[in-house]
């Protein structure tokens, strides 16, 4: 296989044996990314100058578990001196002056940053056809999207034109653009990673996670990006375990959920299919599987809808043209505000800036954010119970494989809905992962969604980990 | 339902000058997204407490010390308008 297919662990056993140096491996992602770039456009930003830079300091010192390893990052991460866009017209030009907790870790480990990807504007979407510059391709058919928020970091994964990569999830968006693009995608529990330098969207809800080949990248990189930070007071004071440990620990006993209301009538027949295949094997390999309830699953969107864009009208009141980013000329200050954000922000960020504050206003928090919260707590409540009876959750990470670009771009809704299976788990806080198991007719991949307890990530990467390793669907590549 | 005088208000509360055609189209988006959310007033919501955040941590402290920060041509870096170590913004009062 050629360097830039390569994975973390596979890159770091090559470079530590000698003979490959961290340039040589940059030389092959960059041809790579030179090839494909302008069909599957992943990069809002590539920084091939800075990359060398960095690979020659690795190749010199040696050390660092990421020493000469090429990872993309998610353009709503802060990257000091290196341009963070959101993919909105408000931030194209913004530098930021200092570099968010988990890239500072990463550069300590010797990490090389092959360049930023493209999202959804603000990581608000699930097709990257929010993007404000362009939307991403997937890999596996060009005429398809790739997922989203996260579609340019788990693109350019599943493309090889990067070891792994950064993402952020809010509703889905590692988990249902790895799926989507047929590589793993690792949501932690809400609070293992910090937040610190991550552009905020809903920050209840918002964590950092990786997006790579294998199950056992993703726990390496977990390793490194994992742990308490004093620039983030809801990022948890918790022991940070050896996350690669579980990686080759068997299942046998192991008590799977299978939720109910997850397998529903109209759920893609080939997604369902895969998915109890995927079940099969679990308990083949010697676990049990359980049938579970989660009975507020059918609350979950519109929960969500109501308090990520409640906290987004909150969080996106920043974008004003005064002190950072886009400004538009006005009279006075107040239409300065009104111009700056009407074209500074794309048709998507709007609309959930004004469903937020609409459900915070006056005569109506009550009913809509009110009501939200307390919904937000039945749907925690269903994980406790069903996790009293199984060690994890399995079930499809996203209803069906990738749709064409412009299938759902006119209705926000149906758009909505693609969400249905992941965004749960991110009202409930728990760690959530998406691994290949199966690829449709068309030769689409097809995501296993699955889901441990709160700061129990070990579980997750030891079941998704035997569950790989006992299938080759995780070594197929798209012909590109 | 969501009317146009209501786009209009809550896109005046979110500091967004819209378009006849944009009050129109969120009329409609949005009176379409509410009708899913109505769903909600389904569950007896009574005896429920809200929940704002998962984490079992709150009112987290530190000690109250000085420490570098950024220095002010850098936090100034990506201001549109920036003079005199100042942010300058169009005129407020006449």
Known sequence: MELHQLGVEELKNVLDKGGVSPAEVLDSVFKRIDAIQEKVKAFVTLTR???YGMAAAAGARGAGALAGIPIAIKDNICTKGIRTTCSSRMLENFVPPYESTVTGRLLEAGYVLVGKTNLDEFAMGSSTENSAFFTTRNPWDLDRIPGGSSGGSAAAVSAGMCAAALGSDTGGSIRQPAS???????????????????????????????????????????????????????????????????????????????????????????????VLAAVKQLEALGAIPVEVSLPHTAYAIATYYILATSEASSNLARYDGVKYGFRAGGKDLLETYMNTRA???????????????????SGYYEAYYGRAQQVRTLIKKDFEEAFKSVDIIATPTSPTAAFKVGEKAADPLQMYLSDIFTISINLAGLPGISVPCGFTREELPIGLQLIGRHFDEETVIRVAHAYEQSTDWHGRRPKL | MIESADVLKIAGLSRLALTEEEVKLYSNQ??????????????????????????????????????????????LGNCPDPKGGFYRVPRIIE
Do not use: W
């Open chain 2, 30 to 75: 949005l009176s379409a997204i509410l009708q899913h959310i109505e769903k909600l007033k389904e569950l007896d919501t009574r005896d429920v407490g809200p929940t704002s955040h998962v984490l079992d941590i709150r009112n987290v402290m530190r000690e109250d010390l000085t420490a570098p920060s950024l220095p002010v041509d850098d936090a």
């Open chain 1, 180 to 274: 989507l693009c047929g590589v793993v995608g690792l949501k932690p529990t809400y609070g293992r990673v910090s937040r610190h330098g991550l552009v905020a969207f809903a920050s209840s809800l918002d964590q950092i996670g990786p997006i790579t080949k294998t199950v056992k990248d993703a726990a390496i990189l977990l390793n490194i990006i994992a742990g308490h930070d004093a620039a983030d007071s809801t990022s948890a004071p918790m022991p940070i375990p050896d996350f690669t440990r579980p990686a080759g620990m068997d299942i046998k006993g192991f008590r799977v959920g299978i939720p109910k209301e997850y397998f529903i009538p109209g759920m893609d027949r080939e997604v369902e299919a895969a």
């Open chain 1, 49 to 51: 100058e800075q990359a």
């Open chain 1, 343 to 361: 074209q500074g922000f794309g048709p998507e960020v709007k609309r959930r800036i004004m469903l937020g504050t609409y459900a915070l206003s």
